[in-house]
T-cell receptor, first 109, second 114 residues
Framework: GQNIDQPTEMTATEGAIVQINCTYQ??????LFWYQQHAGEAPTFLSY??LDGLEEKGRFSSFLSRSKGYSYLLLKELQMKDSASYLC??????????WGAGTKLIIKP | GAVVSQHPSWVICKSGTSVKIECRSL??????MFWYRQFPKQSLMLMAT?????????EQGVEKDKFLINHASLTLSTLTVTSAHPEDSSFYIC??????????FGSGTRLTVV
């Protein structure tokens, strides 16, 4: 079966760095997405990785290791507005998105 | 990426009534749109894939007669929740895929059935 695992909840301090991990087992792989979702809102796109390595975009970076079925989202210089759920999603061989349950990130002052 | 408009943002309806949710691709001709449902503290669950000019493809466990999908044009797909019940209360989100990448989501519809 297809499976995406990520922690349910994480807590971090404003100004700090946090890493959200995601492991996956899917039928085929056509890339991995990270989305941010604030409560009551639709997800918004953060990053896309299809090759191994680190993609940096401002305060956010995303890493992928296809051989390990592993990705992480790294958030630096945390701000209170970063409090949200972060969803990991893998595009399978049919180009369909398989979603993780999301990681709720709580930022404390 | 594509701009997707979803309406209404929230709706409260009585049990047994039907509710229609619209999803419009404003700047992109979408032959395919996706409908998701998300219960509190849970992941997005794909309900169905809406195909322009043909029948929608429903995921296992989703009742096609209860969740009617119409994709009559390249810019509009509608989801109608028929004979809604309180257990249908959820967050419904549509999305458009532009090419191999670029999934864009509508703003979502919060449905509450009382």
């Amino acid at each position: 079966g297809q499976n995406i695992d990520q922690p349910t909840e994480m807590t971090a301090t404003e100004g700090a760095i946090v890493q959200i991990n995601c492991t996956y087992q899917t039928s085929g792989f056509n890339g991995l997405f990270w989305y941010q979702q604030h409560a009551g809102e639709a997800p918004t796109f953060l990053s896309y990785n299809v090759l191994d390595g680190l993609e940096e975009k401002g305060r956010f970076s995303s890493f992928l290791s296809r051989s390990k079925g592993y990705s992480y989202l790294l958030l630096k210089e945390l701000q209170m507005k970063d409090s949200a759920s972060y969803l990991c999603a893998v595009m399978d061989s049919n180009y369909q998105l398989i979603w993780g349950a999301g990681t709720k990130l709580i930022i404390k002052p | 990426g594509a701009v997707v408009s979803q309406h209404p943002s929230w709706v409260i309806c009585k049990s047994g009534t039907s509710v229609k949710i619209e999803c419009r691709s404003l700047d992109f001709q979408a032959t395919t749109m996706f409908w998701y449902r998300q219960f509190p503290k849970q992941s997005l669950m794909l309900m169905a894939t809406s195909n322009e000019g043909s029948k929608a493809t429903y995921e296992q466990g989703v009742e096609k007669d209860k969740f009617l999908i119409n994709h009559a044009s390249l810019t509009l797909s509608t989801l109608t929740v028929t004979s809604a019940h309180p257990e249908d209360s959820s967050f419904y989100i549509c999305s458009v895929r532009q090419g191999a990448l670029g999934y864009t989501f509508g703003s979502g519809t919060r449905l509450t059935v009382v």
